[in-house]
């Protein structure tokens, strides 16, 4: 219990930190500093956590994945190509909400942290001329990104998770299906309530606009075959793609220092390194280790405890490995033999919940920082959608 208490106590400071609308990096390297001194750590210990995490191999990967992605939207923005490819999306769909909502899903079929940084820029042209506030664009494009998490073998949480638990890879993802159409149809109905298609022409719909879309997509798909199809490390790949599209679009070497200078942020730089760090000590301290065989001595119904347990470590680390490994172990232990998929499934849905709603999630951040977003207000917009799919797996589970 009291270890419950101290994650508690560090997860309050960041709401309030947050809400006080301090830079995200502080408020989570504040959060590291208390849970650490929570569990006893001292300032020399403290002080190599930080190092370690700062300098760890996937922290700098994410920081160059996420510069060069950058670098790539500063890019197709500057070129007109972003705007190519939301006219000729909108030609193509007949309707300005469908593009809003398909190209952040085109994007969440790429496996990335922080994907949400490279659809915000394709949301908000695809809203233009519409008077969408910052919050609502934020929560289309943060929403739309995370489809494809649920079923998709590219993702690493729901093959970890039909591992643990002995359940067939493809006997998951059918037990699954509801989960992602619960998204779509949450994220139309709320998403995009009281709003109309703003003018886009339903008469221009040929061949030309699909060319173009296709043309204008190309640096995307690239960026899919690269990472998807041929497994190179996203940072890689966003390097090579950048490289082209500097060649073809015969960029100075002053044009590109001035791109690097515009993309380049220092925040950000200061926000991942923030969430590393608290995650980092979340680790080192035995937080998270500390509440499994918490809730396996805590007498509860397995039923809240396949609820509780993902969705709670979930909304700690943001990571859906994160609830998976953690979790799943328990959830196991709870059935004699494998458990049954719709429990599993259950379980992957507060797990999943609990992540969308984690202020250490980076797609999260990253899209209300774009948007310039009021965060509690992109909040009151997820919880009602996040409701609705936790329903539908609850759902699923009581049937069987």
Same mark, same amino acid.
């Given at each position: 219990m009291i270890d419950l208490l101290k994650i508690s106590a560090a997860?309050?400071?960041?709401?309030? +930190?947050?809400? !006080?609308?301090?830079? +995200?990096?502080?408020?989570?390297? #504040?959060? &590291?500093? +208390?849970?650490?001194?929570?569990?006893?750590?001292?300032?020399?210990?403290?002080?190599?956590?930080?190092?370690? &995490?700062?300098? @760890?191999?996937?922290?700098?990967?994410?920081?160059?994945?996420?510069?060069?992605?950058?670098?790539?939207?500063?890019?197709?923005?500057?070129?007109?190509?972003?705007?190519?490819?939301? @006219?000729?999306?909108?030609?193509? *769909?007949?309707?300005?909400?469908?593009?809003?909502?398909?190209?952040?899903?085109?994007?969440? +079929?790429?496996? #990335?942290?922080?994907?949400? $940084?490279?659809?915000?820029? !394709?949301?908000? #042209? $695809? #809203?233009?001329?519409?008077?969408?506030?910052?919050?609502?664009? &934020?929560?289309?494009?943060?929403?739309?990104?995370?489809?494809?998490?649920?079923?998709?073998?590219?993702?690493?949480?729901?093959?970890?998770?039909?591992?643990?638990?002995?359940?067939?890879?493809?006997?998951?993802?059918? *037990?699954?299906?509801?989960?992602?159409?619960?998204?779509?149809?949450?994220?139309?109905?709320?998403?995009?309530?009281?709003?109309?298609?703003?003018?886009? @022409?339903?008469?221009?719909? @040929?061949?030309a606009a699909v060319r173009t879309l296709f043309v204008s997509l190309l640096p995307i798909i690239a960026s899919l075959v690269l990472v998807v199809g041929f497994k190179v490390r996203l940072s890689l790949a966003m390097a090579g793609i950048c490289v082209v599209m500097f060649a073809l679009y015969r960029y100075s070497p002053r044009r590109i220092l001035t791109t690097l200078r515009e993309s380049l942020s220092l925040n950000i730089l200061l926000m991942v390194i923030g969430i590393m760090v608290f995650k980092g000590m979340i680790e080192s301290s035995g937080a998270i280790s500390a509440l499994p065989p918490f809730f396996e001595r805590s007498g509860l119904p397995p039923a809240v405890i396949l609820a509780l347990l993902p969705f709670l470590v979930g909304l700690l680390t943001g990571l859906t490995v994160g609830f998976v490994g953690a979790a799943f172990p328990i959830i196991t232990a709870l059935y004699v033999g494998a458990p049954p998929p719709e429990a599993v499934t259950f379980a992957f849905a507060c797990g999943f919940a609990g992540v969308m709603l984690s202020p250490t999630h980076l797609c999260l951040v990253l899209t209300v920082r774009y948007f310039k977003a009021d965060m509690a207000q992109t909040y009151r917009l997820l919880y009602a959608p996040v409701l609705i799919v936790l329903s539908v797996g609850l759902i699923n589970f009581l049937l069987h």
């Open positions: 997860f309050g400071l960041i709401v309030l +930190l947050l809400r !006080l609308r301090l830079n +995200l990096g502080a408020t989570m390297a #504040s959060a &590291a500093v +208390l849970l650490g001194a929570l569990y006893g750590i001292g300032p020399l210990s403290q002080g190599k956590i930080f190092l370690a &995490a700062a300098m @760890d191999p996937v922290t700098v990967s994410l920081i160059a994945a996420l510069a060069l992605i950058m670098v790539l939207e500063n890019i197709i923005r500057k070129t007109g190509l972003l705007a190519r490819m939301t @006219d000729s999306l909108v030609q193509v *769909s007949g309707d300005r909400r469908i593009a809003m909502a398909v190209l952040p899903g085109v994007i969440g +079929l790429l496996p #990335s942290a922080g994907g949400a $940084a490279f659809s915000a820029p !394709l949301v908000q #042209s $695809a #809203s233009a001329r519409a008077d969408i506030p910052p919050a609502r664009m &934020a929560f289309i494009n943060y929403w739309f990104r995370h489809i494809w998490e649920y079923i998709s073998p590219l993702y690493p949480g729901i093959v970890l998770a039909a591992a643990i638990t002995a359940t067939p890879l493809t006997t998951l993802i059918h *037990s699954q299906l509801p989960l992602p159409v619960a998204v779509v149809v949450a994220g139309v109905l709320l998403g995009f309530r009281g709003m109309t298609n703003n003018g886009a @022409d339903r008469t221009r719909r @040929d061949w």
